[in-house]
């Protein structure tokens, strides 16, 4: 049984949606889909009809574009609403959420065990330059040309605003991994968002940094068990390894991001068993 992830499907793009259609089944395996699965509910039934039948067991966090609220959407919840709402729908599919236990991965390598923990934290604009001030960390971006479309379509409802939306899941997860951590068992830690701020690395628009994690996670791979990282978001797949740990970009991406020619399948990446090492010990591996 091996355990795959992927994420930024983005199935508002018909390619995407097509080419999801064309994964082969795995029915021994896992697979991790760590967020902007698309920007609605029929999005995540699409992808959840595709997928359940085709994986043995199927994990799911949020990505920024799953918890927009459009203005056409027949269903416009805001907020934490929206969100427990995509988690209903996972549930329904039988599939892991930040909301449910941590699931005991079913094989041991090497004598470890492994918990696949599913968690959802966003951003508080503190992937900026010291010299900002968060409340002027939007602005700093804007100068440059960049503005998520999230300050629009992101809502934090009722929290005041996404920051504490943001800080109100930090100590949520803490806790949580810090529960887990006592089971003895490693962490295959699951987040849309990096967790460093050293692996956001658009050279284009280095300004979109702000919405893109918290500085509040930068240890977490040091502080808890954690044999692998998983995230998306950034579309820049690759491996990357800080203090030793595994950190993995794993975004399909909008269909400028990814070859139709390979198709979907070849993006899937092995969490577990961890691969076999290749020649490097820091820094990343570029995919196709």
């Not at 359940?52 to 609403?81: I, Q, S």
């Not at 010299?131 to 040309?145: F, I, K, L, M, N």
């Not at 968002?193 to 690395?201: G, H």
Request: glycine share 6%.
């Amino acid at each position: 049984m091996k355990l795959y992830a992927i994420s930024d499907l983005h199935l508002a793009n018909a390619p995407n949606r097509e080419a999801l259609r064309e994964l082969p089944p795995h029915p021994d395996d896992g697979l991790i889909v760590a967020g902007d699965v698309g920007e609605s509910e029929l999005h995540l039934y699409y992808a959840l009809d595709v997928l359940a039948p085709r994986f043995k067991a199927l994990y799911w966090v949020p990505g920024n574009h799953d918890l927009w609220t459009l203005h056409h959407d027949p269903y416009p919840l805001r907020g934490e609403a929206k969100y427990r709402r995509m988690v209903e729908i996972c549930r329904g599919y039988g599939v892991r959420t930040p909301e449910d236990p941590y699931d005991p991965w079913p094989e041991t390598y090497g004598g470890v065990s492994y918990l696949v923990a599913p968690a959802f934290v966003g951003y508080d604009y503190s992937f900026r330059p010291p010299a900002v001030a968060e409340d002027d960390a939007v602005e700093w971006a804007a100068q440059s040309g960049v503005m998520c479309s999230d300050e629009v379509l992101l809502h934090p409802d009722p929290h005041p605003t996404r920051q504490a939306w943001c800080r109100e899941r930090v100590r949520y997860t803490e806790r949580r991994l810090a529960a887990a951590a006592a089971t003895g068992r490693r962490l295959v830690l699951v987040n849309h968002y990096p967790l460093r701020q050293d692996l956001f690395e658009l050279r284009r628009i280095p300004r979109f940094s702000i919405w893109c994690g918290t500085t509040a996670t930068e240890d977490w791979h040091r502080r808890f068990p954690v044999a692998a990282a998983v995230y998306g978001h950034v579309h820049i797949k690759g491996t990357h390894f800080r203090d030793g740990v595994r950190f993995e970009e794993v975004s399909l991406g909008y269909p400028r991001d990814w070859s139709r020619q390979h198709g979907v399948a070849s993006y899937l990446r092995q969490i577990l068993p961890e691969p076999e090492p290749g020649p490097w010990t820091t820094g990343q591996v570029r995919f196709h």
